[in-house]
């Protein structure tokens, strides 16, 4: 129940987020409006406003409200119970199943939910019919099954009140190859043992709670013979299902036991014999009880068994030989409500595999549902008395359901289409006769209740009804305002007022001239029909990226945006950086956010992509600034040199000194210390040039003292 309530939230949820109106907004009469799920009609006198087209009405309820209508129409669908007997398991009334009878007014698209109830009644009477393979390698077990009257009574009585047990028996049809068809043959098919001619099949007992009755009659039976392995078993099953009356099947839970030792014809195999008259699914018992068209017909298909036995709530039990066990699986694979054991050489086990067989089959129970017209989608949701839960499946399953133990199903039922008249179909447990009567209506059409002919609404020339006017012939309008021109000239001045001035595309293409005046249609207005609200640009899925008012195809921003689609904001908070520098002075703002400079990148640009070239230039101006006096605020803005002798790795060097460059959105700092290597280097470089040039001066001053004296020293030797 809980799952259910959340399950329509959820969805009322949706339509009323997602929203509708787009989707209604075609839907020009009430009756096209209520058929599209989540859209609701306005029906009030007086809605809309003057020129605005009759599918305004049509919005979802949510919507409508806003826009203050008072008259809404909005059918809601629902499940009516109208037979609910409560359940019981008293003889005199069993009810395994509730409710009996219920009623579905559905919206198109719109899921409707309803609960069912099963709870199994124990002490329910059962009919147990024994068809027996007769063919010779059986005559072992028949004697045992001769005794079994009393026994399977007795084992039945520990599950029911009252049960009934019948017989019949199958051999081979008597056509070659299946039988030997001389008739000495056919009146004594065996040698050495007693045995009675071959038969398709044989209505021994009718249904009875006689149990001297059943042994009498089950001891007259002798074995027979055929020629082949099959048998033709499958003739005797449809004959025990479709023969109702012969059988006298009632109204309880009805069990076939399937009893041979080996496999069976299916269709397709009386080719054989010449039989291609395909099985009918009729009843063809004669006086004798004996299937009289069996060398007639052809022996049904494994499908046409199948629904012949769910359509007559008959369990299987194949109760067969171990030598045969895979076929008999598969076999009970594709028929409902069937089930497999295996038979001891003698079928002295029989008694026990039947009431293990009845166990299991009773223990499982799969609600579907039968001939459901097209367009409906029904789901099933089982809560099951072992704790088990199961959701959305195609049918009801819960297995290890004991007696007196309630089972609940949510079914849900969804249409896609609207029905002309009331459509009908079943749901039931397999197996059982107890049934679930659905009947289907789909809401479609809209009962205002407010009709009026020759309405002052619709200047009494039309019928009003649902808010909206159906104009007589020869007017037209949303009002039924306008009179039908009938001269040419008329309609092309007419016409004309639709138009822009130089052009002949009447309403821009958007709408319909009537009386001179554009009925703009979907979302389009405008005297023309030539503003759309909803054309203007996107940003991030938003129109107008939310941050302005589309009016016409074009964006009018709210303060502090710009751009075609609002987009761009005019504030630039977000890209303010320490000193009040933006994008930390190595890039610019546009839309509140930073551009970067090439060579940085970062919300703030304060990353370097190439840092060791782009701070060479401060490290070497930081470091000779004492000696030369000189600022670095070009190549150094907003950094912080910090010396670090200690061991870190540095990825950068610049002539004598190693560096590494952190930053963040204030400022850079640079990390560094000294290429000792390098520095010695230079000094013993710096010291061999100074020595080499103070050498060099005085060796060349002493040298010119000594050639000026010289010289002087020759000149006086000359001259007297």
């Given at each position: 129940?809980?799952?259910?309530?959340?399950?329509?939230?959820?969805?009322?949820?949706?339509?009323?987020?997602?929203?509708?109106?787009?989707?209604?907004?075609?839907?020009?009469?009430?009756?096209?409006?209520?058929?599209?799920?989540?859209?609701?009609?306005?029906?009030?006198?007086?809605?809309?406003?003057?020129?605005?087209?009759?599918?305004?009405?049509?919005?979802?309820?949510?919507?409508?409200?806003?826009?203050?209508?008072?008259?809404?129409?909005?059918?809601?669908?629902?499940?009516?119970?109208?037979?609910?007997?409560?359940?019981g398991?008293?003889?005199?009334?069993?009810?395994?199943?509730?409710?009996?009878?219920?009623?579905?007014?559905?919206?198109?698209?719109?899921?409707q939910?309803f609960?069912?109830?099963?709870?199994r009644?124990?002490?329910y009477?059962?009919?147990?019919?024994?068809?027996m393979?007769?063919?010779?390698?059986m005559?072992?077990?028949?004697?045992?099954?001769?005794?079994?009257?009393?026994?399977?009574?007795s084992?039945?009585?520990?599950?029911?009140?009252?049960?009934?047990?019948?017989?019949?028996a199958?051999?081979?049809?008597?056509?070659?190859?299946?039988?030997?068809?001389?008739?000495?043959?056919?009146?004594?098919?065996?040698?050495q043992?007693?045995c009675?001619?071959?038969?398709?099949?044989?209505?021994?007992?009718?249904?009875?709670?006689?149990?001297?009755?059943?042994?009498?009659?089950?001891?007259?039976?002798?074995?027979?013979?055929?020629?082949?392995?099959?048998?033709s078993?499958?003739?005797?099953?449809?004959q025990?299902?479709?023969?109702?009356?012969?059988?006298?099947?009632?109204?309880?839970?009805?069990?076939?036991?399937?009893?041979?030792?080996?496999?069976?014809?299916?269709?397709?195999?009386?080719?054989l014999?010449?039989?291609?008259?395909p099985?009918?699914?009729?009843?063809?018992?004669?006086?004798?009880?004996?299937?009289?068209?069996?060398?007639?017909?052809?022996?049904?298909?494994?499908?046409?068994?199948?629904?012949?036995?769910?359509?007559?709530?008959?369990?299987i039990?194949?109760?067969?030989?171990?030598?045969?066990?895979?076929?008999?699986?598969?076999?009970?694979?594709?028929?409902?409500q069937?089930?497999?054991?295996?038979?001891?050489?003698?079928?002295?086990?029989?008694?026990?595999?039947?009431?293990?067989?009845?166990?299991?089959?009773?223990?499982?129970?799969?609600?579907?549902?039968?001939?459901?017209?097209?367009?409906?989608?029904?789901?099933?949701?089982?809560?099951?008395?072992?704790?088990?839960?199961?959701?959305?499946?195609?049918?009801?399953?819960c297995?290890?359901?004991?007696?007196?133990?309630?089972?609940?199903?949510?079914?849900?039922?969804?249409?896609?289409?609207?029905?002309?008249?009331?459509?009908?179909?079943?749901?039931?447990?397999?197996?059982?006769?107890?049934?679930?009567?659905?009947?289907?209506?789909?809401?479609c059409?809209?009962?205002?209740?407010?009709?009026?002919?020759?309405?002052?609404?619709?200047?009494?020339?039309?019928?009003?009804?649902?808010?909206?006017?159906?104009?007589?012939e020869?007017?037209?309008?949303?009002?039924?305002?306008?009179?039908?021109?009938?001269?040419?000239?008329?309609?092309?001045?007419?016409?004309a007022?639709?138009?822009?001035?130089?052009?002949?595309?009447?309403?821009s293409?958007h709408?319909?001239?009537?009386?001179?005046?554009?009925?703009?249609?979907?979302?389009y207005?405008?005297?023309?029909?030539?503003?759309?609200?909803?054309?203007?640009?996107?940003?991030?899925?938003?129109?107008?990226?939310?941050?302005?008012?589309?009016?016409?195809?074009?964006?009018?921003?709210h303060?502090?945006?710009?751009?075609?689609?609002?987009?761009?904001p005019?504030?630039?908070?977000?890209?303010?950086?320490?000193?009040?520098?933006i994008?930390?002075?190595?890039?610019?703002?546009?839309?509140?956010?930073?551009?970067?400079?090439?060579?940085?990148?970062?919300?703030?640009?304060?990353?370097?992509?190439?840092?060791?070239?782009?701070?060479?230039?401060?490290?070497?101006?930081?470091?000779?600034?004492?000696?030369?006096?000189?600022?670095?605020?070009?190549?150094c803005?907003?950094?912080?040199?910090?010396?670090?002798?200690?061991?870190?790795?540095?990825?950068?060097?610049?002539?004598?000194?190693?560096?590494?460059?952190?930053?963040?959105?204030?400022?850079?700092?640079?990390?560094?210390?000294?290429?000792?290597n390098?520095?010695?280097?230079?000094?013993?470089?710096?010291?061999?040039?100074?020595?080499?040039?103070?050498?060099?001066?005085?060796?060349?001053?002493?040298?010119m003292?000594?050639?000026?004296?010289?010289?002087?020293?020759?000149?006086?030797?000359?001259?007297?």
């Amino acid at each position: 129940m809980l799952r259910r309530e959340i399950s329509t939230t959820v969805f009322m949820l949706c339509i009323i987020l997602h929203g509708t109106e787009g989707q209604c907004s075609s839907k020009s009469t009430c009756s096209e409006c209520v058929q599209h799920t989540g859209c609701a009609w306005c029906k009030q006198r007086g809605f809309l406003s003057p020129g605005q087209p009759d599918h305004r009405r049509c919005d979802t309820a949510e919507g409508l409200r806003r826009r203050n209508c008072s008259a809404i129409t909005d059918p809601t669908p629902n499940a009516q119970r109208i037979m609910d007997k409560g359940l019981g398991s008293s003889l005199e009334n069993v009810v395994q199943l509730r409710p009996q009878k219920i009623h579905l007014k559905l919206r198109v698209g719109v899921p409707q939910t309803f609960e069912v109830a099963f709870k199994r009644a124990e002490g329910y009477p059962i009919d147990l019919y024994f068809l027996m393979d007769l063919s010779f390698s059986m005559r072992d077990d028949l004697e045992n099954v001769k005794k079994l009257g009393y026994k399977v009574m007795s084992a039945l009585r520990n599950v029911t009140h009252a049960a009934r047990i019948g017989f019949g028996a199958f051999v081979e049809k008597r056509k070659m190859p299946y039988v030997n068809t001389k008739a000495d043959k056919l009146a004594e098919p065996c040698h050495q043992h007693k045995c009675q001619p071959s038969f398709s099949f044989q209505h021994v007992l009718k249904l009875t709670d006689n149990m001297e009755d059943f042994e009498t009659e089950v001891s007259k039976q002798y074995i027979s013979t055929n020629e082949d392995l099959p048998e033709s078993g499958f003739d005797g099953v449809m004959q025990v299902a479709v023969c109702e009356k012969e059988i006298g099947w009632g109204n309880v839970t009805r069990i076939l036991v399937y009893l041979s030792d080996d496999l069976f014809h299916m269709a397709g195999d009386g080719r054989l014999a010449g039989i291609v008259t395909p099985n009918d699914g009729k009843c063809h018992l004669n006086r004798m009880g004996f299937y009289e068209k069996g060398e007639l017909h052809d022996y049904p298909s494994i499908a046409h068994l199948s629904e012949t036995l769910t359509k007559n709530h008959i369990k299987i039990i194949f109760a067969i030989t171990k030598k045969v066990l895979e076929s008999y699986q598969a076999l009970s694979e594709v028929i409902p409500q069937s089930v497999v054991g295996i038979l001891e050489s003698d079928s002295s086990n029989v008694v026990q595999l039947i009431s293990d067989a009845y166990n299991d089959l009773v223990s499982k129970l799969i609600l579907e549902h039968h001939k459901a017209p097209a367009g409906l989608d029904i789901t099933y949701s089982s809560t099951c008395s072992d704790g088990t839960y199961s959701h959305n499946q195609r049918r009801g399953e819960c297995r290890n359901v004991g007696f007196d133990q309630q089972i609940n199903f949510t079914v849900t039922v969804s249409s896609s289409v609207c029905f002309s008249h009331t459509k009908s179909f079943i749901i039931k447990p397999q197996g059982l006769n107890e049934e679930l009567s659905m009947t289907v209506e789909t809401i479609c059409d809209c009962d205002c209740s407010d009709t009026e002919q020759k309405s002052p609404d619709c200047h009494g020339n039309g019928t009003y009804t649902c808010g909206i006017c159906s104009c007589d012939e020869g007017y037209v309008g949303q009002m039924c305002e306008c009179e039908k021109q009938q001269n040419a000239d008329s309609i092309l001045s007419m016409d004309a007022l639709c138009s822009p001035i130089n052009s002949t595309n009447m309403c821009s293409g958007h709408g319909s001239c009537l009386c001179g005046r554009c009925i703009c249609h979907g979302q389009y207005r405008g005297q023309y029909c030539q503003c759309d609200d909803t054309s203007c640009n996107h940003h991030k899925n938003l129109i107008c990226g939310g941050n302005g008012r589309c009016n016409c195809g074009t964006c009018e921003c709210h303060p502090n945006y710009e751009g075609s689609a609002c987009e761009c904001p005019t504030t630039t908070d977000e890209c303010q950086t320490g000193n009040g520098s933006i994008c930390s002075n190595h890039g610019h703002c546009e839309c509140n956010q930073c551009v970067c400079h090439p060579g940085f990148k970062g919300k703030h640009c304060t990353v370097s992509l190439y840092p060791c070239l782009q701070y060479g230039a401060c490290v070497r101006c930081r470091l000779s600034n004492v000696l030369e006096n000189r600022t670095c605020d070009k190549a150094c803005t907003s950094t912080e040199l910090i010396h670090s002798p200690d061991a870190r790795t540095f990825s950068c060097h610049e002539e004598m000194v190693f560096f590494n460059v952190e930053s963040n959105s204030e400022t850079v700092r640079i990390f560094y210390r000294e290429n000792h290597n390098l520095f010695q280097s230079a000094m013993f470089g710096t010291l061999v040039i100074v020595c080499s040039g103070v050498g060099g001066v005085v060796i060349l001053g002493t040298t010119m003292i000594l050639t000026y004296l010289l010289l002087l020293n020759i000149y006086y030797q000359i001259v007297p």
